[in-house]
């Protein structure tokens, strides 16, 4: 019985790490590579030679650039595994019609925890007489009824 519990206690804490585990997603050193774009002076290229490809290009304008770093780190054996975020940062780039940087925000962790989020809800009423519950009305009886065999009697 003494061995087993010593063999088992030896699997326990072998799989145990003792040293922090970082995992890293985007781009690594945001902000120092951040500091080295010049507004009006760098383009598209420097900053896709700087940066490589955006992690988010906007659908809306495609002059508008997100580049992201999150570093997420696992803490030690007291902690139990608990993960921490270390850095959460996030850089948007404005282009001009050129691809001339125009616009720079560098956005960090506790820029991002000092954000209020606005929980305006707009309600959106749709009546029997308007266009869209027309619209959507018909959809449904051209899904629930495709060859429209069914009112024909």
């Known amino acids: ?10 699997f326990i804490i072998s799989n145990c790490n ?6 890293h997603h985007g781009v690594h050193m945001l902000e120092k590579k951040n500091e080295k774009l010049r507004i009006n002076e760098n383009n598209k290229n420097d900053i896709f030679k700087l940066l490589g490809p955006p992690s988010v ?3 809306f304008d495609n ?3 997100f580049y992201i770093e999150r570093k997420i780190k696992t803490e030690g054996m007291y902690k139990l595994g608990k ?3 270390i850095a959460n940062n996030v850089l948007i780039i404005l282009l001009d019609s050129r691809g001339v940087l125009v616009k ?3 956005i960090n962790l506790n820029q991002m925890n000092d954000m209020q989020i606005t929980k305006k809800i707009k309600k ?3 009546k029997k007489s308007s266009f869209i519950y027309d619209f959507l009305s018909s959809m449904r009886q051209k899904v629930n009824d495709p060859l429209g065999k069914k009112t024909k009697k």
């Open 18 to 23: 003792l040293k922090q585990n970082i995992n």
């Open 124 to 126: 959106i009423d749709y």
């Open 83 to 85: 993960r921490k975020i």
């Open 57 to 59: 290009e906007s659908s």
């Open 63 to 65: 002059d508008l650039l």
């Open 1 to 10: 019985n003494k061995i087993l519990i010593l063999i088992s206690i030896f």
């Open 104 to 106: 720079k925000e560098f």
